[in-house]
């Protein structure tokens, strides 16, 4: 009888699966890991009133492996990023000298912005890092989504709480709150225009806004993504970074 009720349930228009929160961290997974990715990004920052533009392009490799490089504005063109697991160094072509970026640096805003260099460059899987709980179902811009309520397994993670809003029909967190452990809102994270790509979802928009800036807000757009590219090795090594 119980099967019985299940069934017609889940044939009612509006009414989503029963899914647990390891299957939707994998659906997550599935959508914005990857072996390899090339892509197009700007990135719009906006403090206090004033915004600024920055083009850039990215080279991501797994978890550990990510490079990027600085198109615009003029001022910063050159500039490059490099990551090797949890390592990260900065070339800056001004004083010609490479920075090593450890420790609390690494949350700092990457150029200003509302987002550090771990969130940019942050590519572990979800269910490694979180664990936790469905906290209901709400609508979010029109869509069905569940809402979870994050704990990260261990210390290292950068935000030890994540509430998030995950949609039913793409499994993108269309919404995400980010706590520190004292349990204060940090920032919110919005992901929008969520495009297919081979058989994976992706968000071509996301917002991030700092709550603890007031009217501090970062958008970042891609202008293109690929996946599963192949890539030069050298593009992950610090020779990449003053050629």
Do not use: C
């Amino acid at each position: 009888m119980r099967n019985l009720f299940l069934a017609l349930l889940l044939s009612i228009p509006g009414v989503a699966a029963a899914v647990t929160v390891d299957e939707m961290l994998d659906g997550i997974d599935k959508n914005l890991t990857y072996d390899s990715r090339e892509s197009q990004v700007r990135m719009t920052v906006t403090k206090n009133g004033r915004t600024k533009t920055y083009l850039m392009h990215s080279f991501g490799r797994g978890a550990e492996e990510m490079a990027m490089e600085y198109l615009e504005p003029a001022r910063d063109k050159g500039t490059k990023m490099l990551k090797k697991s949890d390592e990260l160094w900065m070339w800056l072509p001004t004083v010609e000298k490479t920075q090593k970026l450890s420790g609390h640096m690494l949350r700092q805003g990457m150029m200003g912005s509302d987002m550090s260099y771990e969130d940019l460059m942050e590519q572990s899987k979800w269910r490694d890092m979180y664990s936790g709980k469905v906290a209901g179902e709400e609508t979010v811009d029109g869509r069905n989504t569940w809402k979870v309520d994050l704990t990260a397994k261990d210390n290292t993670v950068s935000y030890p709480r994540r509430l998030i809003w995950v949609d039913q029909a793409t499994m993108i967190p269309l919404k995400q709150e980010l706590y520190a452990q004292s349990g204060m809102l940090l920032k919110v994270w919005t992901m929008s225009d969520i495009r297919t790509i081979g058989t994976r979802q992706f968000p071509f928009k996301m917002v991030v806004e700092d709550k603890l800036q007031t009217g501090s807000k970062t958008e970042i757009s891609f202008d293109s993504v690929v996946f599963a590219v192949p890539l030069e090795e050298e593009v992950f090594t610090t020779r990449w970074l003053e050629r």
